[in-house]
């Protein structure tokens, strides 16, 4: 079983606008700049500034550029992008800070340049109801290969008490727990083991792979490839919790706004599988 994290808010409303109604194509001749202004004076009217949706392009170059991504614009104007290709039980992954993200209003002036700068090609498709640029391909001069083809498409519109922030690791990486939290409990699994291994500078009894048994939710073995002492010391003791336990971890360093959060959940049920914070590594499995 997996999950999207499209559409998913925290008691916030969406409006998911699928596909395209009626669209209008332009070429570089005189209908070009007509249909571009049409089209902006639609998605001006619209009022639409609080919006996600996803971008992909062919170009001339590197294979991750080519990726689709969820681009997320806020009323301030700042944007970010993650990859939308990742597994949908990983944490997002931001793209590169040299990946160009646009917002509609970039995708708008980037055919606005190429109408008064006459380039060699324009094809340029919008969406009827919003005007926003749905596909479009460039091609600036024909004598190199320089094109610039991309889709725009799931636009979402964002309720305005939802403004995406620089905080949108943190936001994400709430979002996951929940689903992860969600799908364990749906499991209903009680009795298991797992292993459980904890990476930091410090001795080594603190790092040795553990094997940890649980019955009806309580922890009620422990073993360890080294052995452990008859009296394990406390702070030892303290790492090892159960899967609920390891879920109130991770929330615990969201609620207190971490430096960094990125955890990995198993995607049939839900468990972590890895949890990093800061400077702190744990793995599960």
């Given at each position: 079983?997996?999950?999207?994290?499209?559409?998913?808010?925290?008691?916030?409303?969406?409006?998911?606008?699928?596909?395209?109604?009626?669209?209008?194509?332009?070429?570089?001749?005189?209908?070009?700049?007509?249909?571009?202004?049409?089209?902006?004076?639609?998605?001006?009217?619209?009022?639409?500034?609080?919006?996600?949706?996803?971008?992909?392009?062919?170009?001339?170059?590197?294979?991750?550029?080519?990726?689709?991504?969820?681009?997320?614009?806020?009323?301030?104007?700042?944007?970010?992008?993650?990859?939308?290709?990742?597994?949908?039980?990983?944490?997002?992954?931001?793209?590169?800070?040299?990946?160009?993200?646009?917002?509609?209003?970039?995708?708008?002036?980037?055919?606005?340049?190429?109408?008064?700068?006459?380039?060699?090609?324009?094809?340029?498709?919008?969406?009827?109801?919003?005007?926003?640029?749905?596909?479009?391909?460039?091609?600036?001069?024909?004598?190199?290969?320089?094109?610039?083809?991309?889709?725009?498409?799931?636009?979402?519109?964002?309720?305005?008490?939802?403004?995406?922030?620089?905080?949108?690791?943190?936001?994400?990486?709430?979002?996951?727990l929940a689903k992860a939290m969600t799908l364990w409990e749906s499991s209903g699994v009680v009795n298991y083991d797992f292993q459980y291994e904890h990476d930091c500078f410090c001795e080594e009894i603190y790092n040795a792979p553990k094997l940890v048994s649980v019955r009806n939710n309580q922890?009620?073995?422990?073993?360890?490839?080294?052995?452990?002492?008859?009296?394990?010391?406390?702070?030892?003791?303290?790492?090892?919790?159960?899967?609920?336990?390891?879920?109130?971890?991770?929330?615990?360093?969201?609620?207190?706004?971490?430096?960094?959060?990125?955890?990995?959940?198993?995607?049939?049920?839900?468990?972590?599988?890895?949890?990093?914070?800061?400077?702190?590594?744990?793995?599960?499995?």
């Open positions: 079983m997996k999950f999207s994290s499209c559409g998913v808010t925290t008691g916030t409303a969406l409006v998911v606008l699928f596909g395209l109604l009626n669209p209008a194509t332009a070429a570089i001749d005189d209908d070009a700049r007509p249909l571009l202004d049409a089209a902006k004076r639609l998605w001006e009217s619209s009022g639409v500034d609080n919006y996600e949706y996803t971008f992909e392009q062919e170009c001339e170059c590197l294979s991750d550029y080519e990726r689709p991504v969820k681009v997320r614009v806020n009323p301030d104007g700042n944007k970010w992008g993650e990859f939308a290709d990742v597994s949908e039980m990983s944490p997002a992954v931001l793209v590169p800070d040299d990946f160009e993200v646009f917002s509609i209003d970039d995708l708008f002036a980037k055919i606005e340049t190429s109408i008064n700068e006459n380039y060699h090609a324009l094809t340029v498709t919008y969406d009827a109801k919003y005007g926003y640029p749905t596909s479009l391909l460039i091609d600036e001069d024909e004598t190199i290969r320089d094109e610039f083809s991309a889709t725009a498409s799931f636009l979402v519109i964002v309720d305005d008490t939802d403004n995406f922030g620089p905080d949108i690791e943190i936001k994400n990486a709430q979002i996951y922890i009620v073995d422990v073993q360890s490839e080294l052995g452990l002492p008859d009296e394990i010391p406390q702070d030892v003791m303290d790492q090892i919790m159960d899967v609920d336990g390891l879920f109130d971890k991770i929330q615990d360093a969201i609620d207190n706004e971490a430096s960094e959060v990125t955890c990995t959940y198993d995607e049939k049920y839900g468990y972590p599988t890895s949890i990093f914070f800061g400077q702190r590594f744990y793995s599960y499995r």
